[in-house]
């Protein structure tokens, strides 16, 4: 069990322990050496200078505990300061008093008055490092070879997936348990940290904690390594969560305590079953399963009624109870609310419902997104229009749906009352997800309004979630051309961009869950949607365009929401900088070799439509994330030089070893995504998980690429060419691309 009194304890912890992890023996074998990174205090203003004026405080949010990491004056106060660039980083470090003590020196401020060196020296005087609550775990049997590297032929790839396997050992954390203060609010300290009594894997970077959904992705790639101990010590984790909270929250903060993340609880337990064959898991997770499907019925599942029909479903959405900006991001949604440029200030009522669709937007895990914007706009006017509760999503209630299903398998005949009652249920999510949500002229399944009562039609890449968990369309399973109708975005993405397949087409917002920016779960997403189709849909070679079009013209008419000409473009650099390649027509495919795609691995003679399609996304997919950590200071002995200082610099790479991005860009396979509200992390749980599945899984059809050169753009203008690049928000103006000439001389 976890510590009792969570339920209504803040817990946090006492000495700096990590945040970097460098590992200096042997993978596995014993503790990483950790060397110690506290953010440092970077105000905006000069130190002598008068805090801004503040707007008044929002509500007191009854979910979550404490005065000083939940919305009140002290977190509003430190945040205007601008004490540190990422909001995150205050409200995950621990106090280095009492709370009572820190709370009566914070009312020593005359906050009209009060400087930023005053808030400096506050923060500095009476907080510790963050993340401190955490310390490096060893990794149960850790092997260094795991036998899926077997399945990887070429020695390049070969290597770079054993060394992602190795990062493993760099992500395994544990509670330091000596660190965590007593209980609040009497305790010696406070801080946000929820303790944990297992070992996990963190994503990396600000995500130093525990994530619900990064988890699937990171437990895929476990399984792979063989660390089927560190996946049962994860569920575990989350079992604890469920007993002591009725759900999993976001993240292993209490600041995500009024939300969660798509519930993937059962796919977990489920392919960890499979895998490993312990049911002993069983005993104790069927329960806890049943309660956590249990609150998403009683807290995010409304009746719906079909304008198509008028027949009635429970479907699910996500809606978050919260009335304040989000704690860890409480500059961010303050500014979104009190925008300078806001001609007509928000009501109360508008600012505490935006705050709502902020959290709710959250606990989809996207973001954000054009998906979600009521009218899509760049920056704050399209957060303002967030429209996420009012939508029901392909992608949760499709994995709601898996979920019945597959603990309906887990139950076996154990329980026949419960086994069938959620294939009922999951019969009527099924039903309710192909009359609201998929749309057969189309063939592509649209998120349902109930603002406007019918589909958006925004495509995005959660169109494929569907068929991922088991609900393949009649029109689909109808015929060949169908089927790979609902895969065509797919073809075309590969074919007109560089990267892999984007989120949405949209690339003008600057939200991170939009075009450019390519997300690995997507990716394992699409993969897996493509092998759940049946064979006997799969056996004709992929379809062509007439000799004077684009595989756009392969697109059923209306699936994107989008005319040829409105698709973001491809940069190419070389001669002429900041131009695009052709729109339309024939030249728009420029990643069109015969057979294949650039760096899409070496076609084979009779290979089917879906074939190629899964061959092509997985180099790609591999390409992105090595050529991203090659430009970002990667190297392997023997078989992959690090860049010269030259091409480092354009990086900011000099004496970095190679990043992990957790998101990627479809313009260019060395660059990470951008936008959003935090620069681009590192590390990344989720990347390094999909790339191992990759390995494993189409390892043999996997071909070494030639990365791009680095090269330095001047500054586009446009979105789609200026795709982050490093770890730093100044890089922006940084894009790595290929270039049109070398392009065409890849070595395939």
């Given at each position: 069990m976890m510590v009792s009194s969570l339920k209504a304890a803040v817990v946090a912890g006492l000495v700096h322990t990590i945040l970097a992890a460098t590992t200096t023996t042997a993978p596995g074998t014993a503790l990483p050496t950790l060397t110690i990174s506290t953010a440092v205090a970077s105000p905006s203003a000069s130190?002598?200078?008068?805090?801004?004026?503040?707007?008044?405080?929002p509500p007191t949010q009854g979910w979550c505990i404490g005065q000083i990491f939940c919305a009140g004056s002290l977190l509003?106060?430190?945040n205007i300061a601008q004490v540190y660039s990422d909001p995150k980083t205050f409200v995950d470090k621990p106090t280095g008093k009492s709370s009572q003590q820190v709370l009566a020196?914070?009312?020593?401020?005359?906050?009209?008055?009060?400087?930023?060196?005053e808030v400096v020296n506050f923060v500095d005087n009476d907080f510790l490092g963050e993340g401190l609550e955490l310390e490096a775990a060893t990794l149960t049997n850790f092997n260094p070879t795991p036998a899926f590297l077997n399945n990887v032929t070429d020695p390049l790839l070969?290597?770079?997936?054993?060394?992602?396997?190795?990062?493993?050992?760099?992500?395994a954390r544990s509670t330091n348990q000596s660190a965590v203060c007593n209980d609040y609010p009497g305790g010696t300290c406070e801080g946000s940290f929820i303790p944990l009594n297992h070992t996990f894997v963190i994503p990396g970077g600000r995500f130093r904690e525990q994530y619900y959904w990064d988890s699937y992705w990171i437990i895929q790639g476990l399984f792979q390594s063989e660390l089927y101990e560190t996946v049962n010590t994860t569920l575990q984790n989350f079992m604890d969560e469920i007993e002591d909270f009725g759900f999993i929250p976001n993240g292993g903060r209490i600041y995500y305590l009024n939300r969660s993340q798509p519930p993937l609880f059962i796919h977990m337990v489920y392919d960890y079953v499979n895998v490993t064959g312990d049911t002993s898991i069983l005993q104790r997770a069927l329960p806890l399963a049943e309660a956590e499907l249990a609150w998403w019925a009683n807290n995010r599942t409304m009746n719906v009624t079909s304008p198509y029909t008028n027949r009635t479903y429970m479907m699910a959405h996500y809606a978050v109870t919260n009335t304040a900006p989000r704690p860890e991001s409480y500059l961010t949604d303050y500014l979104t609310v009190h925008d300078p440029t806001l001609s007509t200030p928000l009501t109360d009522d508008q600012a505490a419902e935006l705050y709502s669709e902020l959290a709710s937007g959250a606990e989809t895990g996207w973001d954000y997104s054009s998906r979600f914007e009521a009218i899509p706009q760049l920056g704050n006017p399209g957060l303002r229009s967030l429209n996420v509760k009012n939508n029901i999503p392909i992608c949760l209630n499709s994995i709601l749906y898996k979920a019945r299903l597959l603990l309906a398998e887990l139950y076996g005949t154990s329980n026949a009352t419960a086994s069938s009652n959620h294939l009922q249920v999951a019969a009527g999510i099924r039903e309710g997800i192909l009359d609201l949500l998929w749309d057969p002229t189309k063939l592509a399944f649209y998120d349902f309004n109930l603002t406007s009562n019918a589909r958006n039609d925004i495509f995005t890449a959660a169109t494929y979630y569907p068929v991922w968990n088991g609900i393949i369309p009649d029109e689909v399973l109808a015929s060949q051309s169908n089927a790979f109708g609902y895969f065509a975005a797919v073809n075309l993405a590969v074919n007109k961009y560089n990267g892999t397949v984007p989120v949405t087409f949209n690339d003008w917002t600057g939200l991170q869950w939009d075009a450019p920016n390519c997300w690995p779960p997507l990716q394992y997403i699409i993969l897996q949607a493509?092998?759940?189709?049946?064979?006997?849909?799969?056996t004709n070679g992929l379809p062509t365009p007439s000799s004077d079009q684009s595989t756009y013209d392969l697109v059923p008419a209306g699936q994107l929401g989008l005319t040829e000409t409105q698709l973001p473009g491809q940069p190419i650099l070389g001669s002429q900088t900041n131009q695009n390649a052709t729109a339309t027509g024939p030249a728009a495919d420029i990643n069109k070799l015969s057979g294949t795609v650039i760096n899409g691995g070496n076609a084979t003679a009779g290979e089917g439509w879906r074939d190629t399609l899964q061959r092509e996304l997985a180099n790609r997919y591999y390409v992105s994330v090595l050529c991203s950590w090659h430009a970002t200071g990667g190297s392997i002995p023997g078989l992959l030089p690090q860049l010269p200082t030259s091409e480092l610099n354009i990086t900011n790479s000099v004496g970095n070893t190679g990043n992990m991005f957790e998101k990627f860009s479809n313009l260019n396979v060395d660059a990470s995504g951008g936008g959003g509200e935090y620069?681009?992390?590192?590390?990344?749980?989720?990347?390094?998980?999909?790339l191992l599945w990759v390995a494993s899984t189409y390892g043999e059809h996997l071909v070494a690429p030639q990365c791009p050169p680095v090269v330095a753009a001047t500054t586009s203008t446009t979105t789609s060419t200026s795709a982050a690049v490093g770890l730093q928000a100044s890089s922006r103006g940084v894009i790595i691309a290929a270039v049109m000439t070398f392009m065409a001389s890849v070595i395939l």
């Open positions: 130190l002598g200078a008068t805090l801004p004026s503040q707007a008044p405080l509003q106060t430190v020196d914070f009312s020593n401020f005359n906050l009209s008055t009060a400087t930023e060196g070969k290597a770079f997936a054993q060394t992602v396997h190795g990062y493993w050992t760099q992500l493509l092998q759940a189709i049946p064979s006997n849909l799969t620069t681009v992390q590192a590390g990344f749980g989720w990347t390094n998980g999909v």
